[in-house]
């Protein structure tokens, strides 16, 4: 935003704010036009700042998965590679739950290939990751688990438990379900 006249700023700003309000209320799925007349500019302006429904998004939930990849950090650091791992994920599980629309976005992104990308998937992988070729390395998960995997799995649990009445709950007894598959040796339950 550097170089942008005062009024694309605020634009910029309060296109946000609402987008970030109207995507809690309605997921990934809120209406441009919407966010546009309560922010009180033009649909072409929206457009002009965020020329994808994607591109927004991806503001939307910037803040939140930078917090996520932090949080990576941290674990890696502290904690042995398995429950490293496993804690970040659920982490990422209890955010995709509580935040409509993430699960969304992160469910139609193939995994990256381009690790230069800013997609909200392709941030969260290069945090991520690591993780996982930690844990793998140490062998407390399967050679044959990638990133993808997990995230489809994460993101699966978020989007299946949404609309229950204590989705994080849910979510969690399913992610610790599926956590049995994950770990070698573990018999199925």
């Known amino acids: 935003m550097p170089g942008q006249?005062?009024?694309?700023?605020?634009?910029?700003?309060?296109?946000?704010?609402?987008?970030?309000?109207?995507?809690?209320?309605?997921?990934?799925?809120?209406?441009?036009?919407?966010?546009?007349?309560?922010?009180?500019?033009?649909?072409?302006?929206?457009?002009?700042?965020?020329?994808?429904?994607?591109?927004?998004?991806?503001?939307?939930?910037?803040?939140?998965?930078?917090?996520?990849?932090?949080?990576?950090?941290?674990?890696?650091?502290?904690?042995?590679?398995?429950?490293?791992?496993?804690?970040w994920l659920h982490d990422l599980l209890t955010y995709a739950v509580s935040a409509r629309g993430l699960a969304d976005v992160l469910a139609y992104e193939p995994p990256s290939e381009n690790p230069g990308q800013d997609s909200c998937g392709a941030v969260l992988e290069a945090a991520g990751a690591p993780l996982l070729r930690h844990a793998i390395s140490d062998g407390s998960v399967k050679e044959t688990v990638t990133f993808h995997d997990l995230v489809t799995l994460t993101v699966g649990i978020a989007l299946a438990t949404e609309h229950q009445p204590d989705a994080a709950a849910r979510a969690d007894h399913l992610l610790r379900l599926a956590v049995d598959g994950v770990s070698p040796g573990s018999p199925p339950r």
């Open 5 to 87: 006249r005062s009024d694309a700023r605020r634009n910029y700003t309060r296109i946000l704010e609402v987008a970030e309000a109207e995507v809690s209320a309605h997921g990934a799925d809120a209406s441009l036009e919407q966010i546009a007349r309560v922010a009180g500019v033009g649909s072409a302006t929206v457009r002009r700042h965020f020329p994808t429904r994607q591109a927004l998004l991806h503001a939307v939930f910037h803040e939140r998965v930078q917090a996520l990849c932090a949080r990576a950090r941290e674990v890696d650091e502290a904690e042995d590679s398995r429950t490293a791992l496993l804690t």
